[in-house]
Nanobody
Framework: QVQLVESGGGLVQAGGSLRLSCAASGRTFSRYNMGWFRQAPGKERELAAAISWGGGTTYYKDSVKGRFTISRDNAKNTVYLQMNSLKPEDTAVYYC????????????????WGQGTQVTVSS
């Protein structure tokens, strides 16, 4: 079992930047693939970005490519999502998730979830 706690959300103007952090408990973080999902009001949850357990493989949803960067620091049990050039359509609750089975990066199956952090981008 692992607990995930997100931070870094907030209100930002279009074109601005935010960096989300997700701190994980436990000693097994470095074995897990990690993902950042988001869910906008009235929409389904979608995978925005993911990173393999060693950091060598990443996935990005097409709409965030070139603007978002996922990274991890296994020594700090933390995964990050740097979000640049934010757009109003990026407004959503962002969730950190952990995949303990190391499924292919880019899939939607994850085992542990954080509570989410709100990101609001004003126009």
């Amino acid at each position: 079992q692992v607990q995930l706690v997100e931070s870094g959300g907030g209100l930002v103007q279009a074109g601005g930047s935010l960096r989300l952090s997700c701190a994980a408990s436990g000693r097994t973080f470095s074995r897990y693939n990690m993902g950042w999902f988001r869910q906008a009001p009235g929409k389904e949850r979608e995978l925005a970005a993911a990173i393999s357990w060693g950091g060598g493989t990443t996935y990005y949803k097409d709409s965030v490519k070139g603007r978002f960067t996922i990274s991890r620091d296994n020594a700090k049990n933390t995964v990050y999502l740097q979000m640049n050039s934010l757009k109003p359509e990026d407004t959503a609750v962002y969730y950190c998730a952990a995949d303990r089975l190391r499924r292919p990066v880019g899939g939607n199956e994850y085992d542990y979830w954080g509570q989410g952090t709100q990101v609001t981008v004003s126009s």
